[in-house]
Antibody, heavy 118, light 110 residues
Framework: EVQLVESGGGLVQPGGSLRLSCAAS????????IHWVRQATGKGLEWVSG???????YYVDSVKGRFTVSREKATNSLYLQMNSLRADDTAVYFC????????????WGQGTVLTVSS | QSVLTQPPSVSAAPGQKVTISCSGS????????VSWYQQVPGTAPKLLIY???KGPSGIPDRFSGSKSGTSATLSISGLQTGDEADYYC???????????FGAGTKLTIL
C-alpha cells in the first residue's frame, strides 16, 4: 500500500529544535517531489517546504534559515529539521507526495502535531 | 494572508449545485496547474481535482474543475450531506518558488 506516516511531533519550548519524520511505503521517496504542509488549529493549509526529485529544496519565507528538509534512501523517509522554533510554528504537520502525472499532492500522511510553548 | 482568494463559506441544500472560486495571479494560477483538496476536520486533505479539471480515480464526477485566466472554479453537483467539508485550491507560484493554498472554503449542506 502506498502511504506516508509522519512522526516526531511533540511539545517544544520556544527557541528549541525538533526533527519530524515522514516514512514512505509502497514507493521510493527519491523518485518523487515530497513536501511538508502545516495547519494551525482552526486555520487553513500552509505549505512549508519541499524537496524535488533532483534534490532541489524549497521553503516558505517564514521558515527559511530555521528549517531544513532532507531525505534518506536507507530509511525511505523525508525529514524536517526545525530549529529556533516559535509559537506560530505550532500546527499539525503533514507530508504529501506530488504525483508527477498529476502535478498535485496525491498521497498525504495523517499528520503529526507540533506544539511550541513554554 | 493567502495569495489565492477563496470565499470563506458556501452553502446549499442536498441535491443542489455549488461553485467555489479561487482567484490568483499570472505567477500562479495563470501559468500553472490548479488542484483542489477536500478536508473533513481532523483528517488529512484528499485530492479532488488535478491539472485544473481532471479527477483522480475514485472521485465521483459530481466534482469538476475549470480554469480561466487567473481564476479557477470547483463545482459540486448533486450535493450530499457527506460533502460537508473544507475545500482548498492550490497552485505553484513560479515567482515565489512556493506552493500556495487558498484560505479554504467551508461547505455547509443546509
Amino acid at each position: 500500500e502506498v502511504q506516508l506516516v509522519e512522526s516526531g511531533g511533540g511539545l517544544v519550548q520556544p527557541g528549541g529544535s525538533l526533527r519530524l519524520s515522514c516514512a514512505a511505503s509502497g514507493f521510493t521517496v527519491s523518485g518523487y517531489d515530497i513536501h511538508w504542509v502545516r495547519q494551525a488549529t482552526g486555520k487553513g493549509l500552509e505549505w512549508v517546504s519541499g524537496i524535488g526529485r533532483g534534490g532541489d529544496k524549497y521553503y516558505v519565507d517564514s521558515v527559511k534559515g530555521r528549517f531544513t528538509v532532507s531525505r534518506e534512501k536507507a530509511t525511505n523517509s523525508l525529514y524536517l529539521q526545525m530549529n529556533s522554533l516559535r509559537a506560530d510554528d505550532t500546527a499539525v504537520y503533514f507530508c504529501a507526495r506530488v504525483n508527477p502525472g498529476m502535478s498535485a499532492f496525491d498521497i498525504w500522511g495523517q499528520g503529526t502535531v507540533l506544539t511550541v510553548s513554554s | 494572508q493567502s495569495v489565492l482568494t477563496q470565499p470563506p463559506s458556501v452553502s446549499a441544500a442536498p441535491g443542489q449545485k455549488v461553485t467555489i472560486s479561487c482567484s490568483g495571479s499570472s505567477s500562479n494560477i495563470g501559468n500553472n496547474y490548479v488542484s483542489w483538496y477536500q478536508q473533513v476536520p481532523g483528517t488529512a486533505p484528499k485530492l479532488l481535482i488535478y491539472e485544473n479539471n481532471k479527477g483522480p480515480s475514485g472521485i465521483p464526477d459530481r466534482f469538476s474543475g475549470s480554469k480561466s485566466g487567473t481564476s479557477a472554479t470547483l463545482s459540486i453537483s448533486g450535493l450530499q450531506t457527506g460533502d460537508e467539508a473544507d475545500y482548498y485550491c492550490g497552485a505553484w507560484d513560479s515567482s515565489l518558488s512556493s506552493m500556495l493554498f487558498g484560505a479554504g472554503t467551508k461547505l455547509t449542506i443546509l
